[in-house]
């Protein structure tokens, strides 16, 4: 209200209000993305990030830090958000920290467009930039510009945005087609005497021991832009460029491993920047791919900043790639690599194999990996001449790959140095050992965790693993935990009441299929969810064969009670019973009434206790269909208002079913009086 003149109360509440929203959805399955119900958490998480930040002062980690809180208030009324917290808080931070990269940078355009307007209102294109460029939500845009008396031209949003797609759909592959270096841009440049760029920098960053890491930041100059496939003196403010500079500590995407992102800061104007979104090398130029804010020129100096966040995870997920190679080899004797990928969240390892792996063999290679982080043995790396590093016995390499001389050689525990010293040695079959240009971490505990969450065939002879390495992996491992101690528990308490007679298969039943489909769709160790899927398929076979034999011993019941009845009344001229034993058994007392009582008209009714549906067939022989014109269809039909639901068939023989299970008395006492009347 007017008394809260700094927005700090609000502030107060919006942060709480935003993590219950978050945690309650979050652990009903939904995650934050750019559409759908995920741009609604995504939006709501960034509103709520941006007001601790800014309102409260509130340190990274804050936001997921109270999840543990609201779990112990909500927990007993919605048992879902203590399933797995410790994933909800993952999530929740990997969001905060994507945010935070951007919010200072998108803070500086948005004061400098404040600062611009004179009129209280706040250009469209501005807002649609603070979107595109930098993941503000207009939402919280329009948040902000109402702190400050603005308002937003709205209209002037949507044609920016409509604009902005309009754009893309016009391209195949996005800004590629129009900035990109083929080979007439290559020889252009070259024509200008621009040299290659000197991307070596890319290696230098340290660590302490705890895992920290500090990477240089590079000042460079403008050595070319590329803007709708021509090279141009200046870009400016939206435009989408292509930038070649002379020396660079963004990784170009080669080899497997994604791109470096980040910020160009123009020395001496901060206003002027650059965001890179992606990275590309041709023939020795980097080329910078993304968006401008203000006016670049060529010959500007720029001070470089890679996004950290993703560049320590591609390290993370580069060596554990390396690790896994090693890994498998330890596993299966021999797996030759086809190919890999490294991303920000995941690994993609392609081997050659003739057959799945077992799910002794995925274990046994978590664990050699996960032996290896442990030990935080050192990475070492070094530039080698090409035929002597090809001499190194036990050094991977992919078949057919063209390595440059001198290539790089990438080596764990073992300095390279000394590989080289004792080149037919036993070294290489100890340790991972490989010929690569990536970024590594300094050690491989760094990683923290590893896991291998899936192994399928993607064509002959080929298979693929995806494997996951930190926070990932720790949130897979803790799930499959969870998993393992719900399907534990379930397991202890079938095993404990199977033989028991008030056995509820049903619900049990019921139990196993959820953990089946929870199981199914989580990302957990790939050796676990398979022994998991086992120990399920063994519970559920318990279920099936205890429901097996409840159905065996109602049949035979039933079969019983009608032999029974046919004692009793055996010159009766129409049978009606109740049976209270599902649906089964009334096809089998319908055989034992034509077979024992062939001359008599018979109805049978069955009504599934736990779901009220009823179940009825009956028989009419054809000498008192002839005789009394009594039809099996017209008895049946009498039933179907009373019992809910449809009836038909022929004169000799009809079926029905229905849902009004607590009326099966009254429908019986109904096709008693139909018969009677019909056959008196």
Same mark, same amino acid.
């Given at each position: 209200g007017a008394k809260d003149v700094d927005g700090i109360d609000m502030a107060y509440r919006v942060v709480a209000d935003h993590v219950r929203t978050l945690l309650i959805a979050i652990s009903d399955g939904g995650r934050p993305d750019n559409t759908g119900r995920g741009y609604v958490l995504r939006r709501i998480l960034r509103r709520g990030v941006r007001y601790a930040t800014e309102k409260l002062?509130?340190?990274?980690?804050?936001?997921?830090?109270?999840?543990?809180?609201?779990?112990?208030?909500?927990?007993?009324?919605?048992?879902?958000?203590?399933?797995?917290?410790?994933?909800v808080m993952?999530?929740?931070?990997?969001?905060?920290?994507?945010?935070?990269?951007?919010?200072?940078?998108?803070?500086?355009?948005?004061?400098?467009?404040i600062a611009q307007a004179s009129d209280g209102i706040l250009g469209g294109e501005v807002a649609w930039r603070l979107y595109d460029t930098y993941g503000f939500p207009v939402d919280l845009t329009t948040l902000m510009a109402e702190e400050r008396k603005f308002q937003i031209d709205l209209d002037g949003y949507e044609k920016a945005k409509q604009q902005a797609q309009d754009m893309s759909r016009g391209k195949s592959s996005g800004a590629a087609d129009t900035v990109s270096l083929d080979v007439h841009a290559v020889a252009e440049l070259r024509q200008n005497g621009i040299e290659v760029t000197d991307d070596s920098s890319k290696y230098n960053y340290t660590a302490d021991s705890q895992g920290v890491y500090t990477f240089d930041q590079t000042v460079c100059t403008v050595r070319a832009l590329r803007f709708n496939k021509t090279f141009v003196d200046e870009a400016t403010t939206g435009q989408e460029v292509g930038v070649v500079l002379d020396k660079t500590c963004f990784y170009a995407e080669q080899g497997g491993q994604s791109c470096d992102y980040g910020f160009m800061t123009k020395e001496g104007d901060e206003d002027t920047e650059f965001v890179v979104t992606d990275c590309q090398i041709t023939n020795g130029f980097v080329l910078h791919v993304g968006k401008v804010e203000g006016t670049i020129h060529v010959g500007d100096k720029f001070k470089l900043s890679i996004d950290e966040h993703r560049r320590r995870r591609l390290m993370n997920n580069h060596t554990a790639t390396h690790l896994l190679n090693f890994g498998l080899r330890q596993a299966l004797g021999e797996a030759d690599q086809k190919g890999s990928l490294v991303a920000p969240d995941r690994l993609r390892f392609d081997f050659t194999a003739k057959k799945a792996m077992t799910t002794a063999q995925l274990q046994a290679c978590d664990q050699t990996v996960q032996g290896l982080v442990s030990k935080n043995q050192e990475v070492f790396a070094k530039e080698t001449p090409l035929e002597k590093a090809k001499e190194i016995q036990g050094l991977r390499a992919v078949f057919g790959e063209v390595y440059p001389n001198p290539v790089r050689v990438v080596t764990v525990d073992i300095p390279v140095e000394r590989m080289l010293e004792d080149l037919t040695g036993p070294a290489g079959s100890i340790t991972s050992v490989e010929f690569c240009g990536g970024t590594h971490l300094r050690r491989i505990g760094h990683m923290d965790y590893f896991t291998i969450v899936s192994e399928d065939a993607i064509s002959k002879g080929i298979r693929r693993i995806v494997?996951?390495?930190?926070?990932?992996?720790? /949130?897979?491992? %803790?799930?499959?935990? +969870?998993?393992?101690? #719900?399907?534990? /528990?379930?397991? %202890?308490?079938?095993? +404990?009441?199977?033989? #028991?007679?008030?056995f509820d298969f049903k619900a049990y039943a019921r139990q196993v299929n959820n953990l089946k489909d929870e199981l199914s769709q989580a990302t957990v160790p790939a050796w676990q969810k398979d022994t998991l899927r086992n120990t399920l398929q063994s519970l559920k076979k318990i279920t099936v064969d205890a429901e097996r034999t409840v159905k065996k011993a109602l049949a035979q019941a039933a079969t019983a009670k009608v032999q029974q009845v046919i004692e009793q009344s055996p010159d009766s001229k129409f049978f009606v019973e109740v049976l209270r034993v599902g649906a089964d058994a009334v096809g089998d007392g319908m055989k034992l009434f034509q077979k024992a009582a062939p001359a008599a008209a018979a109805m049978l009714l069955s009504v599934d206790e736990e779901t009220k549906k009823v179940t009825c067939a009956c028989v009419v022989p054809k000498a008192v269909v002839s005789s009394k014109g009594f039809k099996a269809n017209e008895w049946m039909s009498s039933l179907s208002e009373v019992i809910g639901g449809k009836c038909g068939g022929q004169e000799a023989s009809a079926r029905g079913n229905g849902s009004n299970g607590e009326r099966v008395d009254e429908a019986a006492e109904l096709a008693r009086k139909f018969a009677e009347a019909r056959l008196s």
């Open positions: 002062g509130a340190k990274p980690g804050v936001f997921a830090s109270l999840v543990p809180i609201v779990v112990e208030i909500l927990g007993d009324f919605f048992p879902e958000v203590k399933r797995d917290p410790q994933q993952d999530i929740i931070n990997d969001e905060e920290a994507q945010f935070l990269r951007t919010l200072s940078h998108g803070r500086r355009v948005f004061e400098r467009a494997a996951l390495t930190g926070t990932e992996a720790h /949130t897979a491992l %803790a799930r499959g935990q +969870a998993l393992d101690e #719900k399907v534990s /528990t379930l397991g %202890a308490e079938i095993e +404990a009441n199977k033989g #028991k007679p008030d």
